[in-house]
């Protein structure tokens, strides 16, 4: 029996887990040898009854195991089982890790690696953050791990593209039922840099339980997990939870006290998740732990500063006032004026100028908040 379809069989079995596939492999090494153990043998393992040992003895190959199968090839993709060299070493880690992972694109070359997740309804600040986090990550070297979602997930896989880094995404649905499927053209970039997953057959739908589930595999994959936006109750807060069961780090990037968006991440704050302002919070941390071959096999440049931001100096005296009148949050243009004390024409022309230069950005209501601050 070839291996593919024997991983795919064991799979299919009916009361047979992650957790119980895991144990068989390290006692048995492959499935085909699962197939061939006796009774004994079998019962010995944590979990196996007298109906699962007989059914383990007696495999067979479904029609919906072969069709998958055969749309894994016709396709291009790949299968990656659990006993696979290009399996994620990390995720072999976790004690109930996929047994296959469907694959497009490529798993080589994927440490060091560190997931940014967040709020599919994210506001301009999570947007940016993600955006320039991943950027900064992937400068250095790591690929970045996200779910290809709305909001922040799409940033962080976008930040990495545009540093020229390696990104992957892991699907809650079958490589064949790209969700969300405005994201196609996306998936299409990150499969040719990085890698699409899923450990779900082919053809599976987006439901609602498979998100919790490939949780896991995000957080399983990578040295660590940033949490960018998140509400109180949040996927990506089970996602935090997780990382911190797996023995990972949790980061957390901290919000306006009055934005909904950023209540779960400063729970993860007082929780214990480390308050990260930039890049460079997360590598001091991530660096240490990485493994002497792998980081040998890194760039040593510094992360290369964000896209948009340029350097304050030479500008007019009446320009760097207005700057440094700005913080972290947006001010209207009347609180501009009795800060700079200038005359509202004169502070519009200079905005003006700022923002068409990438320095400042412009949000509803005449607010302005300095681009380097600002969300995306």
Known sequence: MEPELAWLILKSIPGVGN???????????????????????LGRVKGVSVRLANALRKPRASDAVRRDLDRVRDCGCRLVTLDSPQYPLLLQRIPDPPPILYVEGTLENLEPAAAIVGSRKATRYGLKNAHQLAGELAGAGFTIVSGGARGIDTAAHNGALAAQGRTITVLGSGLDRIYPPQNRALFKQIAANGAVVSEFPMNAAPEPFHFPQRNRIISGMTMGT?????????????????????????????????S???SGTHRLIREGAKLIENGRDILDELMPQ?????LASLRNEEPAPAAGTPPDKGLPADQLRVLDALEPYAI??????????????????????LEINGYINQLP???????????R
């Open 19 to 41: 957790y119980l596939i895991k144990r068989l492999i390290e006692q048995f090494k492959t499935p085909q040898n699962i197939f061939c153990a006796d009774r004994d043998a």
């Open 332 to 353: 209207h243009i009347d609180e501009l004026t009795r800060l700079t004390g200038l005359a509202p024409a004169k502070l519009s022309e200079i905005l003006l100028d």
């Open 365 to 375: 209501g005449k607010h302005f908040v300095r681009e380097n601050q600002a969300s």
């Open 226 to 258: 940033v949490i960018v936006e998140a509400a109180q109750k949040s996927g990506s807060l089970i996602t935090a939870r997780l990382a911190m069961e797996q023995n990972r780090e949790v980061f957390a990037v901290p919000g306006s006290i009055q």
């Open 260 to 262: 909904q968006s950023s």
């Open 290 to 294: 990485i493994e002497p071959a792998v």
